[in-house]
């Protein structure tokens, strides 16, 4: 590949725009939206839609294959005018820069900054040196330092994300996160309640924790009392205006009895659980090192069902792992057909460069896997679409988050991360925000209809 022409921006112009683009899990997605606001206290603003920015920030996902080649294109489109007029200044963040950093300076002068996932919080000195013109790596892990040199948050919106828990030990054979984000670490109980408050005296209803094994948060609250995340969440349920507590994403072996209690007691604990279960062989989950069989996950839902007996459940799925056989490809068929997700995401798998699986013998031809995800999704979508049909005829509560295309249209989510939209021509005046009770009257496999029942709730 040709190398990329460097960026038209003069050096010593300081950017007074900036855009975050954020290609990844929602842990990427709340670490561009704390870049974004680091780049606010540098002075700086968010363009707006349609608008050319000074800076952008490509805050990349290693997750997926083509990762890195889509990083070199869209660097290559800004830089020839064909994404904005004006060439940016351009950053590439996230887990793409982690792996790949030195690679990245190497091959694109355009980018005048690489920054990994744990080191963004160093974003403001790197822009004053690429200004001057000086290009900056920085792929550090300096564990948990980011959090606390970040400015404090400003979000405005009804829901948020906020990451209590970084990195992973699991080191499940096909996956690069636990190289791109490091080793295991919680953030302290005191900052994540701090943070929380923050986030809902400026408007947030619902808080979504994150973390790649998010169940694994541990700390000490204020009087040194060792806790894990159910401890955690009963803390803040006592937070008056926070209405919903969310968590993701959980793995099988973290979870403690004391979580699953959390959801049969802490009303606010909304009824939705998404735990990534990726294979139904237990030959497979044993090469993919997870630890853990078909029967103890299924024995884990059980549990959990019991604790909550409305919950809806959600997971991940890897098809085509190497050497995995039409026969234990039917075995997560029949986990699936078991379990009657509310809701799941499923993946062909994608060799990761540096991962055990990537030189395995026996990778699976793309026509299979094509052909087995296509299998698994109808199956599904089939559930998907059952229980959002299961809803029809019922009233929920639903979180308003926005507003619809149409006028008197709303948008929001009912306590099983359902999409509801709702028409409401005489409730105009509502808050972004509100609780209110809507009747389902319509169900389709991404979202559901409703009616107003009862406005403002709260
Ligand atoms: N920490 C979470 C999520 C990790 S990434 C967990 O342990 O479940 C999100 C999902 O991407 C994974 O659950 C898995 O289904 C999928 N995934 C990760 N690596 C993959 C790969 N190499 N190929 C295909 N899918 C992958
Ligand atoms: Fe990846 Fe496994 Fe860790 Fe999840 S638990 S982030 S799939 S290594
Ligand atoms: Fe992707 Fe990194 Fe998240 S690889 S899925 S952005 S942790």
């Not at 948990?144 to 979000?155: D, G, M, N, Q, T």
């Not at 802490?266 to 044993?286: A, C, E, F, I, T």
């Not at 793309?366 to 299961?390: C, G, I, K, P, S």
Request: charged content about 25%; aromatic content about 6%.
């Amino acid at each position: 590949m040709k190398p990329i022409t460097p960026p038209r921006v003069a050096p010593n112009e300081r950017p007074q725009t900036y855009r975050v683009k954020s290609f990844g899990c929602q842990m990427n997605v709340y670490d561009g939206e704390r870049m974004g606001e680091m780049l606010d206290e540098q002075g700086m603003s968010a363009a707006s839609e349609g608008e050319d920015a000074d800076l952008v920030v490509l805050n990349t996902c290693h997750i997926r294959e083509k990762a890195a080649e889509k990083i070199y294109s869209d660097i290559g489109r800004l830089t020839k005018g064909k994404t904005q007029k004006k060439a940016p200044m351009i950053a590439v963040a996230g887990c793409v820069a982690q792996a790949e950093g030195e690679e990245i300076m190497k091959r694109a002068p355009a980018v005048s900054m690489v920054v990994g996932p744990q080191a963004y919080h160093r974003l403001p000195d790197m822009l004053d040196k690429a200004v001057k013109g000086e290009r900056a790596t920085d792929t550090d892990m300096p564990a948990i330092a980011k959090f606390s040199a970040l400015p404090v948050r400003k979000k405005r919106t009804p829901t948020a994300f906020l990451t209590v828990q970084e990195g992973c030990d699991k080191f499940c054979t096909y996956c690069v996160v636990p190289y791109t984000r490091g080793a295991e670490i919680s953030r302290p109980f005191g900052d994540l309640i701090s943070e929380a408050q923050g986030l809902v005296e400026s408007g947030a209803r619902e808080i979504t924790l994150l973390g790649q094994n998010v169940n694994a948060w541990g700390g000490e609250n204020e009087k040194g009392i060792a806790q894990g995340l159910d401890g955690l969440i009963r803390q803040l349920a006592k937070i008056p205006k926070l209405q919903r507590i969310r968590y993701t994403t959980s793995h099988p072996n973290d979870f403690t009895p004391g979580l699953i209690a959390a959801h049969a007691e802490v009303d606010k604990l909304m009824p939705y659980l998404h735990l990534p279960v990726q294979s139904g062989s237990d030959r497979v989950l044993k090469a993919m090192n997870r630890q853990h069989t078909a029967e103890g996950y299924l024995r884990l839902l059980e549990q959990m069902r019991a604790a909550r007996p409305d919950i809806a459940l959600s997971g991940d799925f890897i098809v085509g792992f190497p050497g995995e056989t039409e026969a234990e490809f039917e075995e997560t068929l029949s986990l699936v057909d078991e379990v009657r997700y509310a809701q799941a995401y499923s993946f062909k798998y994608s060799p990761r460069p540096g991962t055990p699986a990537a030189t395995m013998d026996n990778q699976i031809p793309r026509e299979v896997m094509d052909d087995r995800l296509q299998r698994l999704q109808a199956r599904l979508n089939r559930d998907q679409l059952a229980f959002n049909a299961a809803s029809v005829g019922k009233s929920c509560t639903v979180l308003v988050e926005r507003k619809g295309k149409l006028p008197g249209q709303w948008l929001g989510k009912s306590p099983w991360l359902q999409s509801v939209w709702f028409a409401d021509e005489e409730w105009g005046e509502a808050e972004l925000g509100d609780m209110v009770e809507v009747d389902v009257i319509d169900a389709g496999a991404n979202s559901v209809q409703g009616v107003l029942r009862q406005a403002a709730l709260t």
